[in-house]
């Protein structure tokens, strides 16, 4: 299991103060969420968790996840962390997949890069991924192009959990697609995070999404934390301003959605 603490972490870019004195903790399995407005800083943050800030980026304070220290680490570090211990899972899986590979092979890729296994021994382990993820073993000789937005997503996912990580950080992994399609992958995710025990940060700017992928959660606006606690009760009490224009959105969202429905 993989813990997380980042404390008082700063980013700046060119003189610019983009993130400020963030703290989160993530425990042990826990699934957390952080949520806020576009620009609000929120894949910075998950940027600075996975050592992939912008070259020119500045950095104070401290992120550690299990007990190494991510601000300021090695690349041989990073590298090792990343694609192993820590899987992370994007927006558009449309381009985060490599287009010239085949979904068999970029599931593979990551246990290729950090095993030493045989390659009868990765491809069962491939095709024992794609059931997880509810594939068809048929999807393994298709290329990305040839899926929908929805299985293209559970391909991100195979590909972020094959070397089973301790730590998924997912920067709004459902915000692509449809809102029954959201709700499969969320509940999917949760489901094999739970069962493998890791620890999960989520990122998205929807509260209803959030809900059902976290039980605590952080609301960044501008770069600062203004609220945090359990997100089944932020979503029922939102206490300041932010938040309740966060939880208002996703009322209306919801209704929008009732609406199209009853079409
Ligand atoms: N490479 C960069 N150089 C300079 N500023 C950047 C860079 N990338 C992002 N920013 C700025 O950092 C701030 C936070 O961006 P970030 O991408 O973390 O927001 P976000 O909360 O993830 O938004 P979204 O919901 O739209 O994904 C924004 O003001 C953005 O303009
Ligand atoms: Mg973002």
Do not use: W
């Amino acid at each position: 299991m993989m813990g997380v603490d980042v404390n008082k972490l700063g980013i700046s870019i060119g003189g610019k103060s983009i993130v400020r004195d963030v703290n989160v903790h993530i425990g042990d399995g826990e699934r957390v969420g952080l949520i806020g407005s576009s620009g609000s800083g929120k894949s910075m943050i998950s940027k600075a968790m996975l050592g992939l800030l912008p070259i020119n980026a500045q950095t104070e304070g401290s992120v550690i996840l299990g007990d190494t220290q991510v601000v300021g680490a090695d690349e041989t570090v990073l590298a090792g962390l990343r694609g192993r211990y820590v899987g992370a899972v994007f927006q558009n899986p449309a381009s985060s997949l490599n287009p010239v590979l085949t979904v068999g092979k970029q599931i593979e890729l990551p246990l290729k890069l950090h095993y030493d296994l045989d390659k009868a021994d990765r491809q069962a382990r491939v095709s024992a991924m794609l059931e997880k993820v509810g594939l068809d073993a048929t999807v393994a000789k298709k290329y990305p192009s040839e899926l929908s937005g929805g299985q293209q997503q559970r391909v991100g996912i195979a590909t972020a959990l094959i070397t089973s990580p301790r730590l998924i950080i997912a920067d709004e992994p459902t915000t692509a697609l449809d809102s029954i399609t959201q709700r499969q992958i969320v509940d999917l995710l949760v489901s094999l995070v739970d069962k493998a025990g890791a620890s999960m940060l989520f990122i998205t700017h929807d509260f209803s999404v959030l809900a059902r992928a976290t039980t605590r959660c952080y609301v960044l606006d501008g770069g600062r934390i203004v609220e945090s606690g359990n997100t089944a009760d932020l979503l029922e009490h939102p206490q300041g301003e932010q938040t309740k224009k966060l939880v208002a959105a996703a009322r209306e969202l919801t209704l929008q959605r009732k609406q199209n429905r009853d079409d």
